[in-house]
């Protein structure tokens, strides 16, 4: 008697995560976009040179960098889905809205000075959270170079500046 062969089970292709496309991000960052970045450099820098770094964010060209990349750069941690904003933001691109692009500060490397998001922390985390490849819509300038002097890091800070 012949013995019948066991069907072997379908492979199944696994599922990537959905991928930020590139319709889900504006090629323009929201006009409220710039006073927020102006709120938060003018907390790390004086007024006049954070007013002119977002002078400067305004005619920048538009460049896309990886979510994960960004957050590298910056040495911030990846704020996790359960957040209200990266919430907020991850629900806006489900239901078809676009994300407008983030604002950016370079770091220098040689000087330890990471870089800067000016604007758009909650949306790099969320489209990290899409997909950690996923390119994100940037406007990137350099740092006023008077104003990116890294912060002293050795233990004993506190003491030095009392000295």
Same mark, same amino acid.
């Given at each position: 008697?012949?013995?019948?062969?066991?069907?072997?089970?379908?492979?199944?292709?696994?599922?990537?995560?959905?991928?930020?496309?590139?319709?889900?991000?504006?090629?323009?960052?929201?006009?409220?976009?710039?006073?927020?970045?102006?709120?938060?450099?003018?907390?790390?820098?004086?007024?006049?040179?954070?007013?002119?770094?977002?002078?400067?964010?305004?005619? =920048?060209?538009?460049?896309?960098?990886?979510?994960?990349?960004?957050?590298?750069?910056?040495?911030?941690?990846?704020?996790?889905?359960?957040?209200?904003?990266?919430? =907020?933001?991850?629900?806006?691109?489900?239901?078809?809205?676009?994300?407008?692009?983030?604002?950016?500060?370079?770091?220098?490397?040689?000087?330890?000075?990471?870089?800067?998001?000016?604007?758009?922390?909650?949306?790099?985390?969320?489209?990290?959270?899409?997909?950690?490849?996923?390119?994100?819509?940037?406007?990137?300038?350099?740092? =006023?170079?008077?104003?990116?002097?890294?912060?002293?890091?050795?233990?004993?800070?506190?003491?030095?500046?009392?000295?």
């Amino acid at each position: 008697m012949a013995q019948k062969k066991k069907s072997m089970p379908a492979k199944t292709a696994k599922k990537k995560p959905r991928p930020l496309a590139l319709e889900h991000s504006k090629t323009e960052p929201d006009e409220h976009d710039y006073p927020a970045a102006l709120d938060y450099l003018t907390l790390v820098q004086s007024l006049e040179t954070a007013e002119t770094a977002v002078e400067r964010l305004k005619t =920048a060209d538009l460049t896309h960098r990886k979510a994960k990349d960004l957050l590298r750069a910056s040495r911030l941690e990846t704020l996790p889905p359960t957040n209200v904003h990266v919430m =907020a933001d991850l629900a806006k691109v489900k239901a078809g809205k676009s994300l407008s692009p983030v604002l950016l500060l370079r770091g220098v490397l040689e000087s330890d000075v990471p870089l800067t998001i000016a604007d758009g922390y909650h949306r790099i985390c969320a489209s990290y959270w899409l997909d950690e490849n996923a390119d994100i819509p940037c406007r990137l300038v350099a740092a =006023a170079a008077a104003t990116r002097t890294a912060p002293s890091r050795r233990a004993n800070s506190c003491k030095d500046a009392r000295a």
